[in-house]
């Protein structure tokens, strides 16, 4: 064993052990609970290797999701947020401009050009708030007798909104769609929306969302609702209309004999249901019959959409058991070409109170037998850190996003990034997916403060890689900044029409 390997070993066992070392119940989520060597301070430094910071706007409210838009050489970003988005012209990368301030209503975002429409759409997700943990009901809605009902008599829609987008500065709405089927119009709704949904342009969208108040076997302790996939007819985005929904058996009241089966049968902790988005890489319409999405606990799974109003079950990937956290909360499908897709968790809780869950590379060149590659490494903190570990840095550690998957350009084979909260953005070099490692970083000083529970728990939130450009757009809770690392070659700085996309058929618009 190498010096270097010996070191990250030592790392890992110390992580492991500091786990180990948790309490049995965990705490629901963004509660602090800092430890003995835990910081008194957040971090304000700034830590970064193999990677060039080119531009910033700052913010306390730019981490949330990222998609764009292109008109000829002119790109826009658009960034979800609280309680309305913003379009952020991108043009020039190193002069990023805001250029419509609260352009619309939503942070679940998804933008793609409808040919048949002739329209960039902007879908946007609706749902009641998730339970959040207090000092007085640290275990969310498991102690919290009030959860349940705010969350029933939660207000307005549950479901998703549809924009024209194609001119950013002036964003129109076009419709609304309620998951419960529904007048949208209604103060009063059902069941819980839609959290991380996936449009691609095409004729479907899928929706990660509970259709009704029947969804109740969550385990989770930050949320009512289990939520299955909706598949909702968007060929005409003025009038959606919904294809099929599909469901684990057992997360439903009425199921349950398949729900005594689950391995998470009344644990209290895992996260049961999809959290999304649901990727279909290759359009159902234009003869796809695959997809990829991460159900939480449940693993990974690989559904066939032969017949698209009755899709079917075909691969399932499952980590080990371990209650707590959010097992599987994305899967990035951009490395289909090399037969594997990397399915990521998402930590609840700051201060390591909850079991760390890896990142997986999983072989799915056999999409019925999906198995582990190998998991990516734990990021360390940097020698010139004040902290041995980055449980001891306040916010919580783990992997969330990767770069979102419609892109500009083609997506890099051998490279990827994802967002560790308070770890910053690490970079990970998967040329050989067997022997992934660490390649570059970048750890932007913390926002919040530790006077606000919750304020600076999701540091560093997402990403998004232009390809083409070899442009990387990180988004934190202390700015979006811009990025270049010499892993994606030299970065083009100036203005270029986008020539392809990640996906096939996507964004095609008509000169």
């Excluded at 419509?100 to 429409?117: H, M, S």
């Amino acid at each position: 064993m190498t010096a270097n390997n010996a070191n990250k070993l030592s790392h890992f066992l110390i992580l492991a052990s500091l786990i180990g070392l948790l309490p049995g119940t965990v705490f629901a989520n963004a509660h602090p609970h800092p430890r003995p060597d835990s910081l008194p301070y957040l971090d304000q430094a700034t830590y970064i290797r193999n990677m060039a910071v080119r531009a910033h706007i700052g913010g306390e409210n730019r981490r949330w999701k990222l998609q764009m838009m292109t008109l000829g050489e002119r790109r826009f970003l658009f960034q979800g947020g609280i309680p309305k988005g913003d379009v952020i012209d991108v043009t020039d990368p190193l002069n990023p401009v805001v250029v419509n301030e609260d352009a619309f209503v939503g942070r679940q975002i998804q933008l793609a050009y409808n040919a048949t429409a002739g329209k960039w759409i902007l879908m946007t997700g609706a749902a009641p708030p998730l339970i959040k943990a207090t000092v007085e009901f640290p275990h969310g809605k498991y102690d919290d007798p009030g959860a349940y009902d705010r969350v029933k008599n939660h207000k307005g829609l549950r479901g998703v909104r549809f924009f024209d987008a194609s001119d950013p500065f002036n964003i129109k709405p076009l419709s609304e769609f309620s998951t419960d089927l529904g007048d949208p119009a209604r103060e009063q709704q059902t069941g819980g929306g839609t959290h991380r949904d996936y449009y691609d342009g095409g004729r479907y969208a899928y929706l990660d969302a509970a259709p009704d108040d029947s969804f109740t076997h969550q385990e989770s302790p930050v949320r009512v609702h289990s939520h299955g996939v909706v598949v909702v007819d968007v060929l005409d985005p003025e009038a959606p209309k919904q294809v099929t929904n599909w469901w684990l058996p057992g997360q439903r009241e009425g199921e349950k004999e398949d729900y005594a089966k689950w391995r998470e049968n009344g644990d209290k902790e895992s996260f049961t249901g999809l959290h999304g988005a649901f990727y279909v890489p290759d359009k159902v319409e234009n003869g796809g019959k695959l997809s990829f999405s991460p159900w939480g606990s449940f693993g990974v799974f690989v559904h066939d959409w032969s017949d698209v109003t009755a899709p079917k079950l075909v691969g399932r990937f499952q980590a080990p058991y371990k209650p707590g956290g959010i097992a599987f909360h994305s899967v990035d499908v951009s490395k289909l070409s090399k037969g594997i897709v990397i399915g990521a968790p998402e930590v609840l809780n700051p201060d390591c109170n909850e079991p760390y869950h890896h990142t997986y590379v999983i072989d799915v060149s056999d999409p019925t037998n999906p198995r582990e590659l190998s998991t990516l490494p734990i990021p360390q903190p940097p020698e010139e850190a004040p902290y041995d570990h980055f449980c001891q840095k306040r916010g919580r550690f783990g992997a969330h996003n990767p770069p979102h998957l419609k892109a500009p350009g083609k997506a890099d084979p051998d490279f990827t990034c994802y967002t560790f909260f308070n770890a910053g953005l690490q970079c990970y070099d998967i040329s050989d997916p067997k022997y992934p490692f660490i390649s570059s970083y970048f750890i932007p000083p913390q926002g919040g403060s530790l006077d606000e529970p919750g304020s600076y728990t999701r540091n560093t939130d997402n990403v998004f890689i232009e390809w083409d450009r070899k442009l990387i757009w990180t988004a934190t809770d202390t700015g979006l900044y811009l990025l270049t690392t010499p892993e994606l070659g030299d970065p083009i700085l100036e203005s270029r029409p986008v020539t392809e996309w990640t996906l096939p058929d996507l964004n095609q618009v008509n000169p």
